[in-house]
Each structure stands twice: as structure tokens, then as C-alpha cells.
T-cell receptor, first 112, second 114 residues
Framework: QKEVEQNSGPLSVPEGAIASLNCTYS??????FFWYRQYSGKSPELIMS????GDKEDGRFTAQLNKASQYVSLLIRDSQPSDSATYLC????????????FGAGTILRVKS | DAGITQSPRHKVTETGTPVTLRCHQT?????MYWYRQDPGHGLRLIHY???????DKGEVSDGYSVSRSKTEDFLLTLESATSSQTSVYFC?????????????FGPGTRLTVL
């Protein structure tokens, strides 16, 4: 059973700080990784995807991937109260119908 | 929501009754998925479909069945609902973004089994 692990939090950061969210995965052969944001009572919303080792930036968000350490992270710069949500890490299992395996999510709270 | 709707959005039912949830997409995507989300467990895959009449089980399929008679519709049925099936159910479709496959979620159905 492939697993994705996240610290459940809550992670509390002050407004304007950098929030760092982390995720580890068990399958060394995994190739595609995703970060979703989920506000309370809403459906998950795709923020970023990453497939290659290194950093990928999109606005205030940076995804980092280290396949050797089986580790993927999401950095949120200049955190805003509107970033308060649960962040879900997901890994693609391409060989089984493009299934995603999700972590349980990390709750982020940005305090103004 | 990437052209995905779910119905009903909320439902309260009693133990032992059958329940059917509907997912409808307008994107003509091949893959469709049903997840349930519970506190502390994240999203867990129930069943998925890779084409009309082609379905397979996910990690928590016991007590659930699915059907897909048209590309746009994927139905999830609880044959005899139990209190342990109280959850939020999300449908998702798989599409390509930036050259790779990812999933987009519907708005969800909150099901309460009394």
C-alpha cells in the first residue's frame, strides 16, 4: 500500500511570513506530485504540480521535490489570512487508472 | 469546478436504505473517481472508472457499487447505508494540465446516515 505522510498541524504562522508544508511518500518510483488547497466545507482545489527534482515557482507558491529523499514540500511566501486552509499532498499512481494517493492534509492558520 | 456537478449536495437517510449519488461531467474525460473524506483520513478512493462500463475498486470499496453507462455520468450506490458511511463524498475527473494528468473535484455531497 503506497503511503503519503503529512503532519496534520495545525501550522500557525504570522501574516507575511513563509509557511512551509511538508510531505513524504513511500513509493520510490513515483513521478508526479500535487498540492491541493481545501477550504473548510469546500472541495480540493489544485494549486501546483511538480515532476522534476528541484523547485517550481508559481506566484507566492513554490513546490520543492527531492526524489532521493522521497520528500515534497510547498512554500507559501508572504502568507495571508486567506491562505488559511488544509493543504493536501497527493502522489499519482499512473499504472492504476491515474489514481491519486492523498496524505491526510496539514491545517495552516495564518494569523493577522 | 471544471464542469463537474454532484447531486444531491446534501442527504440525510436512515440505516439500511439504499442511496445513489450522481456525478455529472461536461468535459468528456475518460477517467472518473469517487472519494470519501473523513476527519483524520484525508481523501480515500472508493471506486474509479476508466471508460463506459469499465470500473474498478479503490481502497475502501466495501459496501459501495458504481455504474457508468454514459461518459458523462458516474453513479455511486450504497446498497444498504450504514452509519459508518456518513461522510463527505467527492467525485473527480482526470484531465491533462501542462502535459500531465491531474484531477479536478466536484463540489461534494454531504451524506448523513442516521
Amino acid at each position: 500500500q503506497k503511503e503519503v505522510e503529512q503532519n496534520s498541524g495545525p501550522l500557525s504562522v504570522p501574516e507575511g511570513a513563509i509557511a512551509s508544508l511538508n510531505c513524504t511518500y513511500s513509493d520510490r518510483g513515483s513521478q508526479s506530485f500535487f498540492w491541493y488547497r481545501q477550504y473548510s466545507g469546500k472541495s480540493p482545489e489544485l494549486i501546483m504540480s511538480i515532476y522534476s527534482n528541484g523547485d517550481k515557482e508559481d506566484g507566492r507558491f513554490t513546490a520543492q521535490l527531492n526524489k532521493a529523499s522521497q520528500y515534497v514540500s510547498l512554500l507559501i511566501r508572504d502568507s495571508q489570512p486567506s491562505d488559511s486552509a488544509t493543504y493536501l499532498c497527493a502522489v499519482l499512481e499512473r499504472e492504476y487508472g491515474n489514481k491519486l494517493v492523498f496524505g491526510a492534509g496539514t491545517i495552516l492558520r495564518v494569523k493577522s | 469546478d471544471a464542469g463537474i456537478t454532484q447531486s444531491p449536495r446534501h442527504k440525510v437517510t436512515e440505516t439500511g436504505t439504499p442511496v445513489t449519488l450522481r456525478c455529472h461531467q461536461t468535459e468528456n474525460h475518460r477517467y472518473m473517481y469517487w472519494y470519501r473524506q473523513d476527519p483524520g483520513h484525508g481523501l480515500r478512493l472508493i471506486h474509479y472508472s476508466y471508460g463506459v462500463k469499465d470500473t474498478d475498486k479503490g481502497e475502501v470499496s466495501d459496501g459501495y457499487s458504481v455504474s457508468r453507462s454514459k461518459t458523462e455520468d458516474f453513479l455511486l450506490t450504497l446498497e444498504s447505508a450504514t452509519s459508518s458511511q456518513t461522510s463527505v463524498y467527492f467525485c473527480a475527473i482526470s484531465g491533462r494540465q501542462g502535459g500531465t494528468d491531474t484531477q479536478y473535484f466536484g463540489p461534494g455531497t454531504r451524506l448523513t446516515v442516521l
